[in-house]
Structures are given as structure tokens and as C-alpha cells.
């Protein structure tokens, strides 16, 4: 499957973006999706995932109540909604595909649990 992310950008804190991760290739309905983030010099860190039919999501403590993933699979997209920014979410956002093989719920929020990355995309918040 390919991802390719979009709708990142310059935004001042407080302020909103939407994030969408278009997918191709292989069915995508089948898998849970997530989202990370890695900003300069850190690691990607994990944000947020979905399951396959959307019925479930796991959030990290940072952005729980700012950030909503959901997704829409007639559309193969999967979207990530983050409310009242902060500098410190700024970063570079990808979407992942995570493996068939691993259950729902099971190492969800780690990177080597997800076989395909989109290219990502920037989100700066700053005054």
C-alpha cells in the first residue's frame, strides 16, 4: 500500500489543522491505520491509531482531548483533526498501516508494529 499525507503547515498555537493520509495499492479497509510524529532531534513517538472500522482509537497522553482520528474507508483516507496546537506538537506527522498479523490493542503504539510509512508531512506551530 502507498500513503501519502497532506495538510500540514504553519499554524499559530491555539489554532487547528486537519491532517489526511490518502492510501492505494493493496485493500485498505482491513487495517488499522495510526498516526507519529517526529520532531528534531528526537524519536517518532506514536499519536494516535484506529482500528480497521473505525469503531476504536488509542490517543498518547499529550494529545488526548486536542487530537481525532478517524478515518473513511469508501475513501481509502485516513484523517487526523488537532485542535488547540501547541509548539510542541510541532514535528513532521506520518501515517502508518499497521500489521495484519498483530491484534488490535496489541503493540499499538510502537513504530515497528506498522509495515508502511507515508513520506510525512511538516506541521509548525509557531506565534
Known amino acids: 500500500v502507498q500513503l501519502v499525507e497532506s495538510g500540514g503547515g504553519l499554524v499559530q498555537p491555539g489554532g487547528s489543522l486537519r491532517l489526511s493520509c490518502a492510501a492505494s495499492?493493496?485493500?485498505?479497509?482491513?487495517?488499522?491505520m495510526g498516526w507519529f510524529r517526529q520532531a528534531p532531534g528526537k524519536e517518532r513517538e506514536f499519536v494516535a491509531a484506529?482500528?480497521?472500522?473505525?469503531?476504536?482509537?488509542y490517543y498518547a497522553g499529550s494529545v488526548k482531548g486536542r487530537f481525532t482520528v478517524s478515518r473513511d474507508n469508501a475513501k481509502n483516507t485516513v484523517y487526523l483533526q488537532m485542535n488547540t496546537l501547541q509548539p510542541e506538537d510541532t514535528a513532521d506527522y506520518y501515517c502508518?498501516?499497521?500489521?495484519?498479523?498483530?491484534?488490535?490493542?496489541?503493540?499499538?503504539?510502537?513504530?515497528?508494529?506498522?509495515?508502511?510509512w507515508g513520506q510525512g508531512t511538516q506541521v509548525t506551530v509557531s506565534e
Open positions: 484506529i482500528s480497521w472500522d473505525g469503531g476504536s482509537a
Open positions: 495499492g493493496r485493500i485498505f479497509s482491513i487495517n488499522a
Open positions: 502508518a498501516r499497521l500489521y495484519s498479523g498483530i491484534p488490535w490493542g496489541q503493540r499499538t503504539t510502537v513504530p515497528g508494529s506498522y509495515d508502511s
